[in-house]
């Protein structure tokens, strides 16, 4: 019996052969959407669809609209066999019976998969609304659908969404469309993708401009930004200290609980002895780690909250903002014995004019923090011990690099429970040291918390560890860092929270850029930056793409030169030249302008760059200013060689005045193989005097150097005034010799013979050596240079108020200059501090002439009329300060002061207030008049302001005084053509900044 069946027919065989291929043509062809502009395609939403999947199908609609002008109908009726392809979004009995579930995807998984006719969107999502608020919202939102469709319409339809709005977006002209074959299951790389990019006590004044379903709430969930569980990192010890700072979001439990009558003992001691209940931490106290009620308590909170919220997976025991270390016995036992004895000694409560001050030094509050994280590490991991047996499947948060211990310490079990969430910045990685530090901590750390999260100070520059002052209109990329940021903490973190506040809606064209690079590496981080910004340059920039890829490749060399050696307090300016330079901001314009010609006037590109250039114009004063450069003010210049590298420790600096000895006179500019000299390499020295003239002294001063080849260290009078090194700017040797640079002469260090002593210590070891080129002293005019910058500091407790000048006030002090920039005469010296309820500004306003000393009549004549204020003659010695509480209005506050302690107060420009006088900010004021002059000081409530004290907040402010017989002195002049009536108009735009950091 043959086992072989009846012959097939050779046709028939063919036949089946023909239908195989056509079968399998079919099956690989891919799906139809549009053609010819024509729809070939529904998308199904079932009836019992998700939010989310409701909003994903929205989207996918209309941006395929906008692509190819066809509108597909969504609809809820599913058609067996009909003649348009299907997509399928949202989980559905369809999707399923088609194969296509959520079955093993993780929370925020997503699933694109295709077959005969239609394609399946889908993911996990939850039953609330996609959307997130921008202030950093901690809720969870499964959104997977919605990833799913973003994924489509990024790598299949070519959308790209850089910006908020529809100028920043990217969205291809197609013809036709179809979806490939597709089988992909795919989820964020990162649990936790949370940025908070509006400040919660700076909203913009409309809420559409900034509610979670805005143009920047759509932006926001475009860029993959979101979360998969819900946490608490953040500080925390206020659900024990409460306090009414809006920081204090746990103050409702603290209210509840009543411990500072019910348990005092648990509250941090001061120095005093007094308990820290409202005292430190804006307001908000801080505890005692040694105390063992504290431990029990923090462990009932941390239960409770894990109880109410059955949602939350992780609760942190942080301390309040600006953590002050307790200082009772028990606290103090576990710190190293020295340092026990230099607090007990320096922190000792003292009296200053009848009142009980208390300071550290920041050095030393520094070293402080730094041992007491040991204790506050041994704390949180008791709390997490205890929590354990209770809650196993939670964790216990610690907050890792803010005002804490950074690495781990070896001796301390921690259970494992525990988790961890690590502060940094990545944009102050052009600071070597700092990068190299948080390599080395990442690492440690990482071995005992495998999954950390990250704590990113995104674009910071108001806080000290930002080590940048604010720079507002500048293009900041730093995308480099960026990239080696993920490789280093590849497979180390489970998530990122950034703060970026206001920066995307305030400066778009400015600050999309950056914002969109770390979104997209947090939601995929085995991307490579460079190809992002490859394919963003083309994409955004049209025509334009080389001379915008050349601009944005200047900005990040501008960003990435190192200012860690200034001090942001008192070199502002300093930190703002050395890193955008006149020459490379004037080359930003001009890369600006050229773009703009290379793409059609009025088209979306030809507005984006537009948009930079408007948002840059801030700036463009710094190349409209006519600095003058005093002529003939250097003598001969001389050299000594030091081949041992002994003048730093000899202060050769400090030479008197015959000179260097054994120096050799050279020509500058000139290397130094071209003079008597000769070919020389290793450590020189440069001296020369400069004479100042009479009516250039007062002015302020600055030396340009315009090239040293390499290094430089410069020394004014026997005095360090700054340097251009390797240290300084990051650069290598070879790239220093040819770079320009500017030196401040500081306010009063003009020698008063008007002969004054430079030296300039340099050193080259390789190719040439010398001042190469041309060294000039010029003097700032009026309103030339960037407004101020000065950072406040936080005093505690509250000062008394009277008319002296403080001495122990920890905040820079500062000057003010005349209509044409020159150093006001007589002087008026001015200091700045803060507590949670008044910003403090101090004053000494000198006379040069007994006789002249200020009037202590009090004056209460000040009126307002017809929009002018009077001043009556005996209030003309006047000091002002006027404060801009809200950088989006030009209304600005004013508090005036005479010397007899009479005060007025306008509220200018402001809706509430149609006649300004009628302001009543309940200020406190006290003045004091001498024979020398007079001084005073203002206590201005925040309240009155309309602000509550944030801390990293910054506000702009400007202060002046007024005499008889001079004219008027001001923090920042305004430029001399400005008439009255500009002044009234535009005078906010002179305003400088002051900004609250953590202390």
């Not at 401009?209 to 143009?215: E, F, G, H, I, R």
Request: aromatic letters at 10%; proline letters at 8%; hydrophobic letters at 35%.
């Amino acid at each position: 019996m043959s086992l072989a069946g009846p012959k097939t027919p050779l046709s028939h065989i063919l036949f089946l052969f023909v239908i195989t291929l056509l079968v399998q043509r079919v099956a690989l062809a891919g799906v139809p959407i549009v053609k010819n502009g024509e729809a070939k395609a529904i998308i199904y939403l079932p009836a019992d669809a998700t939010p989310t999947a409701r909003y994903a199908a929205k989207e996918l609609q209309e941006h395929i609209r906008k692509a190819t002008g066809a509108k597909l109908e969504i609809t809820s009726t599913y058609v067996e066999d009909g003649p348009a392809s299907v997509i399928l979004v949202g989980p559905s009995a369809k999707a399923t019976a088609l194969g296509v579930t959520t079955e093993g995807l993780g929370l925020e998984g997503f699933r694109l998969k295709t077959g005969d006719g239609w394609l399946a969107l889908l993911g996990n999502d939850d039953d609330r609304e996609p959307f997130v608020a921008l202030t950093g919202d901690k809720n969870v939102k499964l959104n997977g659908t919605l990833w799913a469709v973003y994924h489509f319409l990024r790598e299949h339809v070519g959308v790209r969404w850089y910006m908020p709005g529809d100028l920043g977006t990217v969205i291809p002209t197609l013809a036709s469309l179809e979806a490939p074959e597709i089988n992909l299951t795919s989820q964020p790389a990162l649990r936790r993708r949370v940025a908070q990019i509006i400040r919660a006590d700076r909203r913009p004044p409309n809420p559409e401009d900034w509610s979670p379903s805005s143009k920047l709430g759509q932006w926001y969930l475009r860029q993959g930004l979101g979360r998969d569980s819900r946490t608490t990192f953040n500080h925390t010890f206020h659900f024990l200290t409460g306090g009414e700072n809006q920081n204090a979001f746990g103050r409702e439990y603290a209210k509840k609980m009543n411990y500072r009558k019910t348990k005092p003992q648990i509250f941090a001691v001061l120095p005093n002895g007094e308990r820290d209940f409202d005292t430190t931490s804006y307001g908000m106290g801080n505890l005692n780690l040694s105390e063992p009620d504290t431990l029990s308590e923090f462990v009932k909170l941390i239960r409770t909250r894990f109880d109410e919220n059955p949602g939350l997976v992780e609760f942190t025991v942080a301390p309040n903002d600006g953590w002050q270390p307790c200082m009772s016995e028990g606290s103090l036992a576990a710190l190293p014995a020295e340092l026990r004895e230099r607090l007990r000694k320096e922190a000792k409560p003292k009296f200053v004019d009848g009142t009980l001050r208390y300071q550290l030094p920041p050095e030393l509050m520094e070293e402080f923090r730094r041992a007491s994280a040991e204790n506050l590490l041994r704390f949180t991991a008791a709390v997490a011990s205890e929590v354990y047996k209770t809650h196993p499947d939670r964790f216990v948060g610690m907050m890792i690099g803010y005002n804490t211990g950074y690495e781990p310490p070896k001796d301390i079990k921690f259970p494992p429970n525990i988790t961890a969430i690590y502060t940094k910045t990545r944009a102050r990685y052009f600071d070597p040291e700092y990068k190299a530090r948080i390599a080395k901590e990442l690492g440690l750390w990482s071995k005992i918390i495998p999954k950390l999260d990250i704590w990113e100070y995104s674009l910071w520059f108001a806080r000290p560890w930002g080590a940048r002052p604010d720079m507002d209109g500048y293009p900041i990329l730093y995308s480099q860092s960026l990239q080696e940021d993920f490789e280093m903490t590849r497979g180390k973190i489970a998530g990122e929270y950034s703060q970026n506040w206001n920066i995307v809606y305030a400066k778009p064209g400015l600050g999309h850029l950056m914002q969109h690079l770390m979104a997209q590496m947090l939601f995929d981080p085995d991307q490579k930056v460079a190809d992002l910004l490859e394919e963003y340059y083309s994409l955004f920039y049209g025509a334009g793409r080389e001379p915008m890829k050349k601009f944005w490749t200047l900005a990040e060399a501008c960003w990435m030169r190192n200012t860690s050696d200034l001090d942001q307090r008192t070199q502002a300016a300093e930190s703002i030249e050395r890193v955008f330079p006149i020459k490379d901001l004037a080359e930003l314009f001009r890369l600006l302008e050229q773009a703009k010609t290379m793409v059609p006037e009025g088209s979306q590109e030809y507005q984006r760059i537009a948009m930079i250039a408007d948002e840059m114009e801030v700036n463009r004063g710094r190349l409209l200013a006519a600095p003058v450069e005093v002529e003939n003010a250097f003598g001969p210049w001389f050299f000594r060689p030091d081949p041992e590298d002994r003048g730093a420790k000899e202060k050769w600096f400090k030479a008197d005045t015959s000179g260097l000895p054994k120096a050799t006179e050279v020509p500058v500019p000139s290397w130094l193989s071209k003079t008597p000299v000769g070919e020389y390499l290793g450590t020189g020295w440069y001296e020369t005097k400069l004479t100042i003239a009479d009516k250039t002294r007062g002015r302020r001063l600055q030396l340009r150097f315009n090239g040293v080849d390499k290094q430089a260290w410069i020394y004014w009078n026997g005095e360090s005034i700054g340097e251009h090194s390797t240290k300084s700017t990051g650069l290598d040797v070879t790239q220093l010799y040819d770079r320009p640079f500017v030196v401040n002469i500081p306010e009063g260090s003009l020698d008063p013979s008007g002969v004054n002593h430079l030296v300039v210590r340099t050193h080259a070891s390789q190719g040439q050596h010398g001042i190469w080129k041309p060294v000039q002293l010029v003097a700032i005019v009026a309103g030339d240079a960037p407004p101020p910058l000065l950072q406040s500091s936080a005093i505690f407790p509250a000062p008394k108020i009277e008319g002296g000048f403080p001495t122990d006030w920890p905040s820079a002090e500062f000057g003010l200059y005349g209509p044409d920039g020159s150093v006001a005469s007589p002087a008026t010296r001015v200091k700045v501090a803060h507590d949670p309820k008044f910003l403090y500004v101090a004053f000494l306003c000198e006379e040069n002439d007994p006789k002249k000393a200020a009037s202590g009549e009090k004056e209460t004549g000040w009126t307002w009329k017809n929009g002018n204020l009077t001043r009556p003659r005996p209030a003309n010695n006047t000091f002002e300060i006027h404060l801009q509480p809200d950088a989006n209005s030009n209304a600005f506050a004013s508090v005036m002061v005479n010397a007899g302690g009479g005060s007025a107060t306008f509220f200018a420009k402001h809706p509430d207030f149609p006649n300004p006088g009628d302001w009543r900010p309940g200020q406190v004021v006290a003045t004091k008049v001498t024979d020398a002059g007079w001084s005073g000081m203002v206590a201005i409530p925040w309240e009155s302001l309309g602000i509550k004290l944030i801390p990293g907040m910054s506000i702009k402010a400007n202060f002046f005084r007024y005499r008889p017989e001079t004219k008027r002195a001001t923090w920042s002049p305004s430029p001399p053509a400005w008439t009255s009536k500009m002044e009234l108009e535009r005078g906010t735009e002179r305003f400088g900044t002051i900004s609250f950091p953590e202390e």
